[in-house]
């Protein structure tokens, strides 16, 4: 089992940034590919960026791209995403996932797809 706790959420200025972070327990994050998602108001949940598990492959939603950067220190079991730029429609509440993988360049952008996710942390963005 892998437990995900997500930090770093808050209110920021539109055009300010913010750093999550998901810390994983249980067991290394080393062999688990990771996604961050994100679900406001009555939306469904989108995904934002996925990471493969070695960390050299990454996938971002176009809304996103250019302004989030995912990353990973699988020695620390943590996963990153750098907001920049944040806009109003970014506020949403954010999730992390998880998944195991066996390909080491693969990354999984589909909800259905991943099997372990945190609590979320909300981020407000205010205009």
């Known amino acids: 089992q892998v437990q995900l706790v997500e930090s770093g959420g808050g209110l920021v200025q539109a055009g300010g940034s913010l750093r999550l972070s998901c810390a994983a327990s249980g067991r290394t994050l080393s062999r688990y590919p990771t996604g961050w998602f994100r679900q406001s108001g009555g939306k469904e949940r989108e995904v934002v960026a996925a990471?493969?598990?070695?960390?050299?492959?990454?996938d971002y939603a176009d809304s996103v791209k250019g302004r989030f950067t995912i990353s990973r220190d699988n020695a620390k079991n943590t996963v990153a995403l750098q907001m920049d730029s944040l806009k109003p429609e970014d506020m949403a509440v954010y999730y992390c996932?998880?998944?195991?993988?066996?390909?080491?360049?693969?990354?999984?952008?589909?909800?259905?797809?991943?099997?372990?996710w945190g609590q979320g942390t909300q981020v407000t963005v205010s205009s």
């Open positions: 990471i493969s598990w070695g960390g050299g492959s990454a």
């Open positions: 996932a998880a998944r195991l993988g066996s390909s080491i360049g693969a990354t999984y952008t589909s909800i259905g797809e991943y099997g372990y």
